[in-house]
């Protein structure tokens, strides 16, 4: 059985800063770690190997700048057992839709599979929409908010899925498609077995040549949504402060201030 698992690298701060010509994020400028919720993708995947005794086959993807290749090397020493990265200046700025082409084209060139996992979202988007995305551009059934695996098989998965209402207990058929919740288990270290073999793994890298696709249809070329306008709130906190002697005097001078800001 083999599972892609997708991760992605993302600022390890909230300070980061937006290119006002381009909309998209200065990666480049700041600290970067793996998805906090793609580890619980990553763990998904490790318990479906125990679950399996161990006859599975992990492969986790990535799509970003080079130095991407440590979310990958991270992912390894976690217990995958190889990573891929997609990476090259024409993938930039990828919106959604192009990163889950970008993602699915190189799917489709690889060996076939049982399962993708995904994290619920990427802390930078905060959308999490790659998931879904990916499965309608494979064709594939899909379950959102994984909170457990119940059984596992080559024909099916039984799952538990987190609703507004309550859990939900879905088979879906497979190949297909899930997204997990920070409830499928907490992420395990990585080992010190884990992190030798990611040191000695090699990366396989995909570039626009080997990908086999047109510049336009990747990155901000292909991308259908664009960021029109960069602005940054300002916060204005400035107040008027009353000093009053009796409650009544109060609250006239409240009323007061509220007819002022157009309020009452």
Known sequence: MNIYVLV???PATDKVKIDETTGTMKREEVEAVINPLDLYAIEASLQIKEMCKGEVNITSISMG??????VLKEAISMGCDRGILLSDKAFAGADTWATSYT???LIKKLEPFSLIITGE???DGETGQVGP?????????????????VEINNEYVIVERETEDGTEILRMRLPGVISVTKAIGEPRLPTLKGKIKARDTKIDV???EKLGVKKEEVGLLGSLTRVVKVFYPKVS???RKIRVKDPEEAVNSIIEFLQERGIL
């Open 8 to 10: 992605k690298q993302v």
């Open 65 to 70: 700048p080079p130095k991407a290749e440590e």
């Open 103 to 105: 993602i699915a084209t």
């Open 121 to 123: 979202r990427a802390t």
């Open 133 to 149: 995305s990916l499965a309608g551009q494979l064709d594939l059934p899909i379950v959102t908010y994984t909170s457990r695996i």
């Open 206 to 208: 995909f570039d626009l």
């Open 237 to 239: 906190r400035a107040g």
